[in-house]
Protein backbone atom coordinates (compact mmCIF):
# COMPACT_ATOMS: atom_id res chain seq x y z
CA UNK A 1 0.00 0.00 0.00
CA UNK A 2 1.36 3.06 -0.84
CA UNK A 3 2.37 5.80 1.52
CA UNK A 4 0.19 8.36 1.59
CA UNK A 5 2.88 11.07 3.44
CA UNK A 6 5.60 10.21 0.66
CA UNK A 7 6.83 12.80 -1.35
CA UNK A 8 4.82 12.41 -4.66
CA UNK A 9 1.63 10.49 -2.92
CA UNK A 10 -1.18 11.57 -4.56
CA UNK A 11 0.84 13.07 -7.93
CA UNK A 12 -0.25 12.77 -11.38
CA UNK A 13 1.14 12.75 -14.75
CA UNK A 14 -1.00 12.56 -17.76
CA UNK A 15 0.11 11.94 -20.77
CA UNK A 16 -0.49 11.14 -24.17
CA UNK A 17 0.23 7.95 -25.98
CA UNK A 18 0.47 7.60 -29.71
CA UNK A 19 1.63 4.28 -30.98
CA UNK A 20 2.48 2.38 -34.38
CA UNK A 21 0.43 -0.01 -34.96
CA UNK A 22 2.46 -1.54 -38.08
CA UNK A 23 5.80 -1.71 -36.01
CA UNK A 24 7.44 -4.74 -34.56
CA UNK A 25 8.66 -4.32 -31.65
CA UNK A 26 6.17 -1.57 -30.29
CA UNK A 27 6.92 2.26 -31.16
CA UNK A 28 5.88 5.47 -30.57
CA UNK A 29 5.77 8.38 -28.42
CA UNK A 30 4.27 10.16 -25.29
CA UNK A 31 3.78 13.80 -25.06
CA UNK A 32 2.79 15.78 -21.60
CA UNK A 33 0.04 18.19 -21.43
CA UNK A 34 2.80 21.28 -21.20
CA UNK A 35 4.41 20.00 -24.30
CA UNK A 36 7.28 17.42 -23.06
CA UNK A 37 7.62 14.87 -25.44
CA UNK A 38 9.40 11.43 -25.93
CA UNK A 39 9.75 8.77 -28.40
CA UNK A 40 10.30 4.98 -27.45
CA UNK A 41 11.04 1.49 -28.65
CA UNK A 42 9.84 -1.45 -27.28
CA UNK A 43 8.45 -2.28 -24.35
CA UNK A 44 11.40 -1.38 -21.85
CA UNK A 45 11.73 1.77 -23.68
CA UNK A 46 8.18 2.66 -23.00
CA UNK A 47 8.78 2.21 -19.48
CA UNK A 48 11.91 4.73 -19.75
CA UNK A 49 9.78 7.34 -21.73
CA UNK A 50 7.81 7.34 -18.90
CA UNK A 51 10.29 7.83 -16.55
CA UNK A 52 12.54 10.36 -18.25
CA UNK A 53 9.14 12.28 -18.63
CA UNK A 54 8.83 12.12 -14.89
CA UNK A 55 12.25 13.38 -14.34
CA UNK A 56 11.91 16.23 -16.84
CA UNK A 57 8.49 17.65 -14.91
CA UNK A 58 9.97 16.97 -11.76
CA UNK A 59 13.01 19.53 -12.57
CA UNK A 60 10.86 21.86 -14.32
CA UNK A 61 8.32 22.67 -11.50
CA UNK A 62 7.93 20.27 -8.66
CA UNK A 63 4.81 21.48 -7.75
CA UNK A 64 3.11 21.58 -11.17
CA UNK A 65 2.90 17.34 -11.26
CA UNK A 66 -0.09 16.57 -10.03
CA UNK A 67 -1.22 18.85 -7.29
CA UNK A 68 -3.07 17.86 -4.49
CA UNK A 69 -6.47 17.63 -5.36
CA UNK A 70 -6.53 18.34 -8.74
CA UNK A 71 -8.03 16.50 -11.44
CA UNK A 72 -5.48 15.22 -13.99
CA UNK A 73 -5.66 17.44 -17.56
CA UNK A 74 -7.69 15.97 -20.47
CA UNK A 75 -6.34 15.46 -23.58
CA UNK A 76 -9.56 16.83 -26.29
Known amino acids: ?8 ADRTLSVRLDIQLDRHPIRGHL ?20 QRLQRRLRQQD ?15
Open 1 to 8: MPDPSAPD
Open 31 to 50: RTETGAEETFVGWLGFVDAL
Open 62 to 76: PNRAGERGKPPTRFG
